[in-house]
Each structure stands twice: as structure tokens, then as C-alpha cells.
């Protein structure tokens, strides 16, 4: 039985050029950081994402964390930590927000 490449099925579907699924899950998880980021210090979702908790972890390889995560898909992305203050530098956007302000231009 010969293989079938998924870059092959891929462009039978007609999405070749459209992101993974892996990609747009990075791309919202950065998106989120960078929100988070520019938050108060005093914000819940800030002071959660700041936390560290105190007790031990169970045996085994530890699972990864949520900013595990963030740091690998920023690694990937070539993105330094402090641009999270510039949103114009590193825009990741939806499309939407642009695609609101295009309209507003325009009347």
C-alpha cells in the first residue's frame, strides 16, 4: 500500500496554502499573551497568568505549561519577549479588528 503524503491531500483539498490548525492555536495563544500583557498589574487574568503555585508537582515528566507553550511558539516566530509591548510592531490580527477599522475609514 503506498503512502499518501499529507502535503499531496493537502493540495487535492485545495488548502495548501491555508494555515494549520497547529498554527492558528499558536497564533490566538500569542494574541492572548500580548492582551494579557498589556493589562493592569491588579487584572485577575493578569495576576493568574503571573501565578506560580506552591505546591509539588506529581512524579513523572512534568506536563508542558501554558507559557511553555507561548515561549516555543514565540521561538518559532523569531519573537523577542518585549514586543508584546508594541502591538503595531508584532500585529498577529484576526482580521476582524482591521477589517472594522477599514470600514470606518471609509464612510
Given at each position: 500500500m503506498e503512502r499518501i503524503k499529507n502535503e499531496h491531500i493537502k493540495e487535492i483539498m485545495g488548502v495548501?496554502?491555508?494555515p494549520d490548525i497547529i498554527d492558528i492555536i499558536e497564533r490566538k495563544r500569542l494574541q492572548w499573551y500580548g492582551h494579557?500583557?498589556?493589562?493592569?498589574?491588579?487584572?485577575?487574568?493578569?495576576?493568574?497568568?503571573?501565578?506560580?503555585?506552591?505546591?509539588?508537582?506529581?512524579?513523572g515528566r512534568p506536563r508542558k505549561t501554558w507559557m511553555e507553550g507561548?515561549?516555543?511558539?514565540m521561538k518559532t516566530r523569531h519573537l523577542e519577549a518585549y514586543?508584546?509591548?508594541?502591538?503595531k510592531e508584532c500585529c498577529l490580527g484576526s482580521g476582524r479588528r482591521r477589517q472594522?477599522?477599514?470600514?470606518?475609514?471609509?464612510?
Open positions: 495548501k496554502e491555508k494579557v500583557k498589556r493589562m493592569q498589574e491588579e487584572r485577575i487574568p493578569k495576576l493568574i497568568m503571573e501565578w506560580i503555585p506552591g505546591e509539588r508537582r506529581k512524579r507561548v515561549r516555543a511558539a514586543q508584546w509591548l508594541n502591538r472594522l477599522s477599514q470600514d470606518r475609514k471609509d464612510i
